[in-house]
């Protein structure tokens, strides 16, 4: 059987860092694949599936890609994946596709190489291993499959819906909520809540909360920064994240104290306290752990 040579992947692997350079604040892995696969004209094996059903291109490039992500040059998380400066680097420095793919490979191969040492284990062989559609392949998949579907269902909840999800999810973290905005003008307030039940005990904790498709810009963190007190913690959360402007005041503020919590953040602290969510909270998102054998590459 035909398979994806060397030469080819190494291909792959360049080009597709050439799209998540053109997206810095990261791209949806299903977009990114898209981008990749317009890019080349793909042959009849290629477009081929596994018995699993994957496509052959998409897992050439999936496992062609492990050694980037464990030499540093991008990231994999919630079915994104981002460029790292190591990358950039590594983008302008190997300007051949087999040598930006042999370089790779190497850090990965000398990463490889301390983990058997330091658990006395083989050594490995630098090679071109084609594993097929293997178990971390699976698990890649299938997580971001499950993020997205996540993500699709935060990002159409009705915005008060929304807004309960987030009170509930600061009762479940230890705090005493005491106020959360009805429909209609909130004055930038959506979600009050204090650290002792009597709210006798600073700080007061001023959070608004914004189910939005677009990321909020450092004039919408100014606007809601000006309504904080001395006392006050300011807590952002929005679906949309945030500009790396806003990011970056968020981060130099001395006097005012200010959180900023995008989609990712949110969820993360959900599945944190999922146990200390009461069954209605719950409702709102409810879970359900899926066991997959942790992959080794």
């Keep these: 059987m035909p398979e994806t040579s060397t030469a080819r992947k190494a291909l792959f ?34 477009r081929g599936t596994l018995e699993t059903g994957a496509q052959r291109f998409e897992v050439a490039v999936r496992f062609s890609s492990i050694p980037a992500v464990k030499a540093g040059w991008m990231v994999r998380t919630k079915g994104t994946w981002t460029i790292t400066d190591d990358g950039r680097r590594a983008l302008a420095q190997y300007p051949d596709p087999e040598a930006f793919l042999r370089a790779s490979r190497q850090i990965y191969y000398a990463w490889r190489k301390s983990q058997a040492v ?12 084609n594993p097929g559609d293997g178990p971390s392949i699976t698990f890649e998949r299938a997580e971001e499959q499950a993020w997205e579907e996540i993500e699709t269902y935060l990002r159409s909840m009705p915005p008060y819906e929304f807004q309960e999800l987030v009170a509930d999810l600061l009762r479940a973290m230890g705090y005493h909520v005491s106020y959360v905005a009805p429909p209609g003008k909130d004055g930038g307030i959506d979600i009050l809540a204090w650290t002792d039940p009597l709210g006798s005990r600073p700080p007061r904790i001023k959070v608004q909360v914004k189910r939005l498709n677009s990321t909020v810009s450092v004039e919408g963190l100014r606007s809601f920064m000006s309504v904080l007190g001395n006392d006050d913690v300011g807590l952002f959360v929005t679906t949309g994240g ?28 959900w599945v944190e306290h999922y146990g200390k969510l009461s069954d209605t909270a719950r409702q709102r998102l409810p879970l359900r752990p899926i066991y997959f054998l942790a992959p080794t590459a």
């Design 13 to 46: 692997l360049r080009k597709l860092f050439e799209i998540l350079a053109a997206h810095p604040d990261g791209i949806p892995a299903r977009e990114a694949l898209a981008k990749l696969e317009a890019s080349f004209a793909l042959t009849d094996h290629e």
């Design 242 to 269: 945030f500009t790396k402007d806003a990011q970056n005041e968020a981060r130099q503020q001395e006097s005012r104290k200010i959180t900023l919590i995008d989609l990712e953040r949110l969820f993360d602290l």
């Design 118 to 129: 330091s658990t006395g284990g083989t050594e490995p062989e630098i090679e071109d291993p």
